[in-house]
């Protein structure tokens, strides 16, 4: 009985360290991984911050012309003043870019309107 005792606790001492090394290696592996986690977020973000800073230095107009060029859509961006020679699409509440447009159109009014109080000279 006392050999079955000390087989019993060797055996309890061998899967408690067994158990311990697991969980001391599975903790290296999960701090290993979130290292790693951690710098490529901080890679990726560089490189976003980067492409953005990129885009805000481009004119609008450049970048959509390059656009243009690759993509092969019918179509196009027309810049202010433009207008297309195919006038095939009237107006149209499409999207939130019409209640945009609709916003644009009255705040330019509206400072027109204010011109014409503060310079009603200048206007006739």
């Known amino acids: 009985?006392?050999?079955?005792?000390?087989?019993?606790?060797?055996?309890?001492?061998?899967?408690?360290?067994?158990?311990v090394l697991f969980a001391v290696t599975l903790r290296q592996n999960i701090r290993?991984?979130?290292?790693?986690?951690?710098?490529?977020?901080i890679r990726r973000q560089a490189e976003i911050t980067s492409l953005l800073n990129r885009l805000m230095a481009v004119r609008w107009e450049d970048f959509i012309s390059v656009e243009?060029?690759?993509a092969e859509q019918v179509g196009g961006f027309y810049a202010p003043g433009e207008s297309s020679e195919d006038e095939?699409?009237?107006g149209g509440?499409?999207?939130a870019m019409s209640r945009v447009r609709e916003r644009a159109q009255a705040l330019d009014e509206n400072e027109e309107q204010?011109?014409?109080?503060?310079f009603p000279e200048e206007t006739k």
């Open 88 to 90: 095939t699409m009237v």
């Open 1 to 19: 009985m006392t050999d079955l005792l000390a087989l019993g606790i060797v055996a309890l001492i061998l899967l408690s360290a067994i158990a």
């Open 114 to 118: 204010i011109l014409r109080e503060d």
């Open 93 to 95: 509440q499409w999207s």
């Open 32 to 41: 290993d991984s979130s290292r790693a986690l951690d710098e490529f977020d």
């Open 68 to 70: 243009e060029t690759t």
